[in-house]
């Protein structure tokens, strides 16, 4: 069973920056493209980013682009989410994931970890 575990979140003032990590279990880092996503409150969750295992290849949500930065570590099976610029309405849990196959955005497995809460005071 593959297992994720999100760390990084916190509370930081509208502007500020946090760094969220994602620690995989098996080798899932380096064979399937990973992705975080994030829950707010009342909402349903919703894509943030993605990189590819194969050439580091990104793709973002319109609402993060410019401020976010997903990267990973293979060796030590951790992806990260740098998060600039940070905005109330970043406000969610996130979670991080791998990517179905073939799709940029839609999560692959279930159930999710625990997720990570972020909160951005205006």
């Known amino acids: 069973q593959v297992q994720l575990v999100e760390s990084g979140g916190g509370l930081v003032q509208t502007g500020g920056s946090l760094r969220l990590s994602c620690a995989a279990s098996?080798?899932?880092?380096?064979?399937?493209?990973m992705g975080w996503f994030r829950q707010a409150p009342g909402k349903e969750r919703e894509f943030v980013a993605s990189?590819?295992?194969?050439?580091?290849?990104?793709y973002y949500a319109d609402s993060v682009k410019g401020r976010f930065t997903i990267s990973r570590d293979s060796a030590k099976n951790t992806v990260y989410l740098q998060m600039n610029s940070l905005k109330p309405e970043d406000t969610a849990v996130y979670y991080c994931?791998?990517?179905?196959?073939?799709?940029?955005?839609?999560?692959?497995?279930?159930?999710w970890g625990q997720g990570t809460q972020v909160t951005v005071s205006s």
């Open positions: 990189i590819s295992w194969r050439d580091d290849n990104t």
């Open positions: 098996g080798r899932i880092v380096s064979n399937y493209r």
């Open positions: 994931n791998a990517v179905l196959p073939g799709s940029l955005s839609q999560p692959a497995f279930a159930p």
